[in-house]
């Protein structure tokens, strides 16, 4: 299952969740997705969803580098 997913579900995907293709990890993440949404506004989301996307490509990079 790919596409659709909205930022919060990208986060929720980040935060909780390895990062495989699993139907029942896009359900989970889904419902990771909701309870985010009802404990950050979407400012603080996108800004999470930014700094994570960020925070994974630099550690992704240093490990390629190091190889």
């Known amino acids: 299952v790919e596409g659709g997913s909205t930022i919060t ?16 990890r896009k ?14 506004d979407k400012d603080e989301i996108l800004e999470f969803y930014l700094n994570s996307i960020y925070s994974l490509g630099f550690t992704t990079s240093q490990t390629i580098s190091s190889d």
Not at 9 to 24: G, P, R
Not at 27 to 40: D, F, G, S, W
């Open 27 to 40: 359900v989970a993440e889904l419902l990771m997705a909701v309870n985010i949404e009802q404990e950050y």
């Open 9 to 24: 579900q990208q986060l929720a995907k980040i935060w909780y969740f390895e990062l495989d293709k699993k139907f029942d």
